[in-house]
């Protein structure tokens, strides 16, 4: 089973594949290293003027190896999926059927598992974690007068701006309960996933940030995707290694990414893998607060920590395996779920 995550740091590097061995050659002191190709799961290509051979790529593709491309920051900007198994026709017609029931009933399991987990992280932090839990319990729950969805005015609401461009699909709301009519303030208050995910954010981020920024010797007093810098960029870069996991897993059981559930559909955008990776964010920030409680660390240090999450152990069943591969557990579970056309429990990395 692959589980080595290979960093491509150095510049002047070439990489080239000889009978299922990669071979690593410095160009400038011609050293040369080689590594099982088999017994590598991720390859991080963050090295200046580093030179892949076709060869080698196509092997990357066939043994399902997945390549992370950097820029100069040190963000992920691109990666390789593999095209085998892209083109499960049946998996693509269920995919296109989905009902909104269907996809409802999904959002909900993924949203309580992101806030059990987010609960995970703050009862591992002895903070005030309970919260989160009645949360998670309250949208596992539905209404005895069927979906309370419908009351989902302000989700609705948000994904519809989205389609239009106005606004992120996911982006945290700025609005005041003293302007908005008493459909939407309803809203904010009801058991439907969007309404229990952002409650559960802004518990969430009031306890821990304000710990990882003070251990980070940053002044971020908030939640802000995007800003590359301090402790939200640190976040950024691993939530985008989680995502690249998903979509290595969502290519391999041929689900096309830019058709979700819950997040809206844009140019370029993989929403389906936006979906799922919401339930593994709260991995990437439990390592974050492993790394950053001994004191600030440089950007660099944290790349390498990052990756690392997809080493971790998880416990699925009675088995023990990596990250990695409880991620595609997970996506093959929701595979099961679409092609039975029929909500059927999925099986998350939860942490303990």
């Not at 309250?138 to 209404?143: F, I, L, V």
């Not at 980070?216 to 690249?244: C, F, H, K, S, W």
Request: glycine share 4%; proline share 6%; with cysteine.
């Amino acid at each position: 089973m692959s589980y080595h995550i290979l960093h491509l740091l150095s510049p002047h590097l070439r990489v080239r594949c000889r009978l299922d061995q990669l071979h690593v050659t410095d160009s400038e002191t011609g050293t040369e290293r080689t590594v099982p190709l088999a017994d590598v799961a991720v390859i991080v290509a963050a090295a200046p003027d580093l030179t892949v051979t076709a060869g080698a790529l196509r092997r990357m593709a066939e043994l399902n190896v997945l390549l992370i491309v950097c820029n100069e920051k040190f963000e992920p900007c691109a990666l390789t999926l593999p095209y085998h198994r892209a083109t499960h026709t049946e998996l693509l017609r269920r995919q296109i059927e989905w009902t909104p029931e269907w996809k409802q009933a999904m959002w909900r399991q993924i949203v309580t598992a992101k806030i059990r987990n987010q609960a995970a992280n703050l009862a591992h932090l002895k903070r005030a974690h309970a919260v989160l839990t009645e949360i998670a319990d309250r949208c596992a729950k539905r209404s005895a007068g069927g979906p309370s969805d419908a009351s989902d005015t302000l989700g609705e609401s948000s994904r519809r701006d989205a389609a239009n461009g106005t606004r992120d699909a996911r982006a945290p709301l700025n609005i005041s309960l003293a302007t908005i009519t008493p459909g939407r303030r309803a809203g904010l208050h009801a058991d439907t996933p969007d309404a229990c995910e952002s409650r559960a954010a802004r518990h969430y981020w009031k306890h821990l940030l304000p710990r990882l920024s003070e251990w980070q010797q940053t002044d971020e007093a908030r939640r802000v995707p995007g800003t590359r810098a301090g402790v939200n960029g640190m976040l950024d870069y691993g939530y985008a290694i989680l995502r690249t996991a998903v979509l290595r897993s969502l290519a391999a059981h041929g689900f096309i990414a830019a058709l979700g559930i819950a997040h809206a559909p844009k140019a370029g955008s993989f929403a389906l893998a936006d979906d799922l990776v919401e339930p593994l964010r709260p991995w990437m920030d439990r390592e974050l607060c492993r790394i950053l409680e001994h004191g600030p660390r440089p950007m660099e240090e944290w790349m390498r920590r990052a990756v690392a999450v997809l080493q971790a152990e998880v416990v699925m069943g009675k088995a023990r395996v990596r990250l990695l591969n409880a991620i595609d557990i997970y996506v093959q579970s929701f595979a099961h779920a679409a092609l039975a056309r029929a909500p059927l429990p999925l099986r998350f990395p939860m942490l303990a």
